[in-house]
């Protein structure tokens, strides 16, 4: 008898020394912890994070080292018709007093009348550093309402950055707290449905937090590699509570179908661990090598979410096939305690004795694509490629102020201001580096370059007060704001972007010795992020598809498994983006899920969305096939052993599912368009995944293709190890466990 395998070998030993195992865990977990708290978050640097020529320009600037102050402004607007001057001259001048008292500004400027008389502006400069300003910006909102209590008759709001950014934060703080509150009970009540048992419902959440928080102190460490992001710590609680239910999930079930069979404990521990636990490993390699295809995509964003990705993942796996079996181990016929009456008798695992009743569901579902596999095949792949043509025009751009959340007084502020004043709206940064003693040229130039933008009706009209110029101290830099009054995500705002690139600005600056010029802000970015992605994902597909291949073929034996694997997920992955399209894009959604649509796609969105579906559904297509093969193993023919890793696997690919499109979706509740995108994307691919792919298409395809299914090359056939199980039953005969 060959050696017993590594899963098999960490179970035992876990079974059989479980509060050695548990006490390990729990030592490892504080450790990460601990370590990653003392070591400190090493954060990406604008370096870091600099993409295309608006990555460039953004160097430029911070080589300037400029004194940038964080500014606010009192915006004073009629409540109806038109503004009455002498009143808005006199609130101008309240505000102004009160402000110039106010701890934390440190300067008030002259009030500044918009083109057509339609607001009055009143610019303020605040002190200390720019970045906290929006924690210390309250006072100043305080005192601009004690000048509207002052001035009823007339619109007196605070606008600003500062003042966004807190009503930002306190909106968007409020959704994050909520969808981190309603993630863990509705994850919590769904697998309680799924066990009819409570402590079998705490198991795989207790594994999950336990390895979201080890993963978030190794992250901290790992940062000190690769820099981390601000985003990276939601990815870990995204993915980690999503694999480690889900792994848990896997091996709690089989490990309790065992036991109701009559085996014991330690057997039914051993023969989790040898069926599902191999399962998550390879479903755990799989995602772990989607998420390393981030690495190659050359942003610090994608490879900060990567390590964090791959970590909490690893974690996963190592507590599924260590602590988990301990725990079982310990509980014993506990885990099924205390049960839920009604929910215990719908759920409880099959005994395999005689007279117990069969579902029918399952075995229905099934029915078409056992008996007409060819016509299921056809019909559901077709609608599969029907719901992804539309990503065929998917585009792609950052969302922009015009896509923030309008239910905020400081956002219907930004509106007013922007259209009575364009110039503080979008803008093109045009940053310029050349030698200190060109720089009069430098001035002269970017002042005619102005002078032509705002000619043209690609660009707003220069203000009064002459074109924004900011010179270094050493007057080697020097940067220039081009307003546009179109909005950020507007096909005008990117053609006018494109002009200055192109057009405008060569022809300025071009002929300056020793001049480096680059042209950025928040559409430049957009524009730039976009066709990075554009770029890479052609790369990153192919690693993750490569790779992928190699694992599922040296774990199935068989290149046919692996091609239909790559195939599955790639016409999985494709309809979630197509009906991000026509949700996001279409914008027929917009009152049902209430957002407006923004006509693209968030740039980010495609390359992370690719390696997740693609990491995330190989957990189900693992556990599915590796049934499939249990059956073929035990003597059953093709047909029936289709049937049989179907039906047996159902309820808990249907549990997982559910556990992780509840989680999904409560991300489409938020107020940002990327969150709600993000939601909608994860929970609807993986939806149609674990039911139109793994109970329609996945045994419609294997059964068509019969013996081919375990087709390979000589060099990569070996004999199949006797499974432990029992024979499994006939083919009419079967049904999902649980």
Same mark, same amino acid.
């Given at each position: 008898?060959?050696?017993?395998?590594?899963?098999?070998?960490?179970?035992?030993?876990?079974?059989?020394?479980?509060?050695?195992?548990?006490?390990?865990?729990?030592?490892?977990?504080?450790?990460?912890?601990?370590?990653?708290?003392?070591?400190?978050?090493?954060?990406?640097?604008?370096?870091?994070?600099?993409?295309?020529?608006?990555?460039?320009?953004?160097?430029?600037?911070?080589?300037?080292?400029?004194?940038?102050?964080?500014?606010?402004?009192?915006?004073?607007?009629?409540?109806?018709?038109?503004?009455?001057?002498?009143?808005?001259?006199?609130?101008?001048?309240?505000?102004?007093?009160?402000?110039?008292?106010?701890?934390?500004?440190?300067?008030?400027?002259?009030?500044?009348?918009?083109?057509?008389?339609?607001?009055?502006?009143?610019?303020?400069?605040?002190?200390?550093?720019?970045?906290?300003?929006?924690?210390?910006?309250?006072?100043?909102?305080?005192?601009?309402? *004690?000048?509207?209590?002052?001035?009823?008759?007339?619109?007196?709001?605070?606008?600003?950055?500062?003042?966004?950014?807190?009503?930002?934060?306190?909106?968007?703080?409020?959704?994050?707290?909520?969808?981190?509150?309603?993630?863990?009970?509705?994850?919590?009540?769904?697998?309680?449905?799924?066990?009819?048992? +409570?402590?079998?419902?705490?198991?795989?959440?207790?594994?999950?937090?336990?390895?979201?928080?080890?993963?978030?102190?190794?992250?901290?460490?790992?940062?000190?590699?690769?820099?981390?992001?601000?985003?990276?710590?939601?990815?870990?609680?995204?993915?980690?509570?999503?694999?480690?239910?889900?792994?848990?999930?896997?091996?709690?079930?089989?490990?309790?179908?065992?036991?109701?069979?009559?085996?014991?404990?330690?057997?039914?521990?051993?023969?989790?661990?040898?069926?599902?636990?191999?399962?998550?490993?390879?479903?755990?390699?799989?995602?772990?090598?989607?998420?390393?295809?981030?690495? @190659?995509?050359?942003?610090?964003?994608?490879?900060?979410?990567?390590?964090?990705?791959?970590?909490?993942?690893?974690?996963?796996?190592? *507590?599924?096939?260590?602590?988990?079996?301990?725990? @079982?181990?310990?509980?014993?016929?506990?885990?099924?305690?205390?049960?839920?009456?009604?929910?215990?008798?719908?759920?409880?695992?099959?005994?395999?004795?005689?007279?117990?009743?069969?579902?029918?569901?399952?075995?229905?579902?099934?029915?078409?694509?056992?008996?007409?596999?060819?016509?299921?095949?056809?019909?559901?792949?077709?609608?599969?490629?029907?719901?992804?043509?539309?990503?065929?025009?998917?585009?792609?751009?950052?969302?922009?102020?015009?896509?923030?959340?309008?239910?905020?007084?400081?956002?219907?502020?930004?509106?007013?201001?922007?259209?009575?004043?364009?110039?503080?709206?979008?803008?093109?940064?045009?940053?310029?580096?050349?030698?200190?003693?060109?720089?009069?040229?430098?001035?002269?130039?970017?002042?005619?370059?102005?002078?032509?933008?705002?000619?043209?009706?690609?660009?707003?009209?220069?203000?009064?007060?002459?074109?924004?110029?900011?010179?270094?101290?050493?007057?080697?830099?020097?940067?220039?704001?081009?307003?546009?009054?179109?909005?950020?995500?507007?096909?005008?705002?990117?053609?006018?972007?494109?002009?200055?690139?192109?057009?405008?600005?060569?022809?300025?600056? *071009?002929?300056?010795?020793?001049?480096?010029?680059?042209?950025?802000?928040?559409?430049?970015?957009?524009?730039?992020?976009?066709?990075?992605?554009?770029?890479?994902?052609?790369?990153?597909?192919?690693?993750? +598809?490569?790779?992928?291949?190699?694992?599922?073929?040296?774990?199935?034996?068989?290149?046919?498994?692996?091609?239909?694997?790559?195939?599955?997920?790639?016409?999985?992955?494709?309809?979630?983006?197509?009906?991000?399209?026509?949700?996001?894009?279409?914008?027929?959604?917009?009152? +049902?899920?209430?957002?407006?649509?923004?006509?693209?796609?968030?740039?980010?969105?495609? +390359?992370?969305?690719?390696?997740?579906?693609? *990491?995330?559904?190989?957990?189900?297509?693992?556990?599915?096939?590796?049934?499939?093969?249990?059956?073929?193993?035990?003597?059953?023919?093709?047909?029936?052993?289709?049937?049989?890793?179907?039906?047996?696997?159902?309820?808990?690919?249907?549990?997982?599912?559910?556990?992780?499109?509840?989680?999904?979706?409560?991300?489409?509740?938020?107020?940002?368009?990327?969150?709600?995108?993000?939601?909608?994307?994860?929970?609807?691919?993986?939806?149609?995944?674990?039911?139109?792919?793994?109970?329609?298409?996945?045994?419609?395809?294997?059964?068509?293709?019969?013996?081919?299914?375990?087709?390979?090359?000589?060099?990569?056939?070996?004999?199949?190890?006797?499974?432990?199980?029992?024979?499994?039953?006939?083919?009419?005969?079967?049904?999902?466990?649980?």
């Amino acid at each position: 008898m060959g050696a017993r395998p590594v899963t098999v070998r960490l179970a035992r030993w876990s079974a059989e020394h479980p509060w050695r195992a548990i006490a390990l865990w729990v030592v490892f977990v504080a450790i990460c912890f601990v370590g990653g708290s003392a070591a400190g978050l090493n954060e990406a640097t604008e370096s870091d994070q600099a993409i295309g020529e608006s990555g460039r320009a953004g160097l430029i600037v911070s080589a300037g080292d400029f004194h940038d102050p964080a500014v606010e402004n009192v915006l004073i607007t009629p409540r109806a018709g038109t503004l009455d001057q002498t009143a808005a001259r006199a609130a101008a001048d309240d505000a102004a007093a009160r402000l110039r008292s106010v701890t934390g500004v440190a300067g008030v400027g002259q009030p500044v009348s918009a083109r057509d008389g339609s607001a009055l502006l009143l610019p303020i400069t605040m002190s200390g550093d720019p970045e906290t300003a929006s924690d210390r910006v309250q006072p100043l909102r305080d005192a601009t309402a *004690g000048v509207q209590e002052a001035h009823p008759q007339l619109r007196v709001e605070q606008v600003g950055g500062p003042s966004i950014n807190k009503a930002l934060d306190d909106t968007l703080g409020k959704d994050f707290q909520r969808a981190e509150l309603l993630s863990l009970p509705v994850t919590l009540a769904i697998l309680i449905i799924a066990f009819g048992a +409570l402590i079998a419902a705490g198991v795989p959440v207790l594994l999950a937090l336990s390895s979201v928080a080890a993963a978030m102190g190794l992250s901290t460490l790992a940062s000190h590699l690769v820099p981390s992001t601000d985003v990276t710590s939601s990815v870990i609680l995204l993915i980690g509570m999503a694999v480690g239910v889900d792994y848990s999930l896997f091996y709690v079930r089989r490990e309790r179908e065992e036991r109701a069979k009559g085996r014991s404990g330690l057997d039914a521990v051993e023969i989790a661990a040898e069926t599902s636990g191999h399962a998550v490993v390879v479903s755990g390699f799989a995602v772990i090598i989607s998420m390393a295809g981030l690495l @190659l995509a050359g942003d610090a964003v994608f490879s900060s979410l990567a390590v964090g990705s791959i970590l909490v993942v690893a974690v996963a796996v190592a *507590g599924s096939l260590t602590v988990l079996p301990a725990l @079982l181990a310990k509980l014993g016929r506990w885990v099924d305690r205390p049960r839920v009456p009604l929910l215990w008798r719908l759920t409880a695992p099959r005994t395999g004795r005689p007279g117990e009743p069969a579902p029918r569901f399952w075995p229905a579902v099934l029915r078409p694509a056992l008996r007409a596999p060819v016509p299921t095949l056809v019909i559901s792949v077709g609608l599969l490629l029907a719901l992804a043509a539309p990503a065929l025009g998917m585009k792609l751009k950052f969302p922009g102020m015009e896509d923030l959340p309008r239910s905020t007084p400081a956002m219907q502020a930004y509106d007013r201001l922007t259209e009575a004043f364009p110039s503080n709206g979008t803008s093109h940064t045009v940053a310029v580096r050349a030698p200190a003693a060109e720089a009069d040229r430098v001035r002269a130039a970017l002042t005619d370059l102005a002078g032509r933008a705002g000619g043209d009706p690609l660009f707003a009209p220069v203000e009064a007060d002459g074109p924004k110029i900011q010179v270094s101290d050493d007057r080697r830099v020097s940067v220039l704001e081009v307003a546009t009054p179109y909005a950020s995500r507007d096909d005008k705002a990117v053609d006018s972007m494109h002009r200055l690139r192109d057009e405008l600005v060569p022809a300025e600056l *071009g002929g300056i010795p020793g001049v480096e010029y680059a042209v950025g802000g928040g559409v430049a970015a957009s524009e730039d992020y976009a066709a990075h992605v554009r770029d890479k994902l052609p790369l990153v597909m192919g690693f993750v +598809l490569v790779l992928t291949f190699l694992v599922m073929v040296l774990t199935f034996r068989s290149v046919v498994v692996a091609v239909s694997s790559i195939v599955l997920n790639l016409l999985s992955a494709g309809a979630a983006y197509g009906l991000l399209v026509l949700v996001f894009q279409g914008g027929w959604a917009d009152d +049902l899920l209430g957002f407006t649509s923004m006509g693209a796609i968030v740039s980010w969105l495609p +390359l992370f969305l690719f390696v997740v579906l693609f *990491g995330l559904s190989m957990d189900y297509h693992v556990f599915v096939v590796s049934r499939i093969r249990e059956g073929i193993r035990a003597g059953m023919s093709n047909r029936d052993a289709v049937a049989y890793g179907i039906t047996s696997s159902a309820g808990v690919v249907t549990s997982a599912a559910i556990v992780m499109v509840g989680v999904f979706s409560i991300f489409a509740t938020l107020s940002t368009i990327d969150m709600k995108q993000l939601g909608i994307g994860l929970a609807a691919a993986i939806l149609l995944d674990a039911t139109i792919i793994r109970a329609v298409v996945l045994p419609a395809l294997m059964t068509m293709l019969g013996d081919a299914n375990w087709w390979a090359p000589r060099f990569l056939r070996r004999r199949p190890a006797a499974t432990p199980t029992d024979p499994p039953a006939p083919a009419d005969e079967l049904v999902p466990v649980g």
